[in-house]
């Protein structure tokens, strides 16, 4: 149960869109709407950024080159894979929250696929609604994080992407594959118990999720994918906890 295996549940996912595209296709509707506010404000952010960038650093009107230059594109570097970041785990959150209903009957579909006990009834929308609210929280966190890192001179700009994708990944991962955990009555520490054999997985699966998320257009395509992808990885640790 390594890395690989995790990341190959959305390609399994991926394969509900032949097998039943009427029900994907339903999973798009809110992941557009949330995409096309994301772009808008992300837009807007990449054109203010340069102006943000000079108000920010009055101390460095007077610096001479190279310095001026690293620091202000250090910070604007920062300030754009910041919002990126902050962008794709809000777009989870959100598109999770507004699309509930939606995920929802993806989400059961895959359960009576799989077979064995299907839950009566999911989290419900307030439910899920304010899962979504904690994952932008984390979210806002874990952006701060890799908006600091970015400001470090030469690898910051490089390590803050890559620590962001995995640790966001990791909690996009955590919120999707809690679904079919919590409408089964398994509480935070039930859940985190359950998944503890399959930390890898669960990295490898986020991972991924993260990476397709930022591909244009990649989210719309790839979030009912990480539903179905994320219910079948949570069978997967139910039936081995059932098994062992």
Known sequence: MGFAHGAGFLFRGLKMWRQRPALMLLGIVPAVLVLIVMVALFVTVVLVADDLVDWATPFADDWSEPWQGIVRIGLYLAMILGSLFLFVVTFTGLTLAVGDPFYEKIWRETELMIGGDVP??????????????????????????????????????????????????????GELVSRGLEARGMDRAAQKALLAGHRQSMLGFGTVVQLCFLVPFGAVVMMPAAVVGSTMLAREALDGSAGA
Do not use: E, K, Q
């Not at 874990?142 to 966001?168: A, E």
């Open 120 to 173: 009566a009834r999911g989290v419900g929308w307030l439910r899920g609604a304010l899962d979504g609210a904690g994952l932008i929280a984390l979210g806002v966190v874990t952006t701060v994080g890799v908006f600091v890192i970015g400001l470090v001179p030469v690898v910051g700009p490089v390590v803050g992407p890559i620590l962001g994708v995995v640790v966001s990944g990791r909690l996009v991962a």
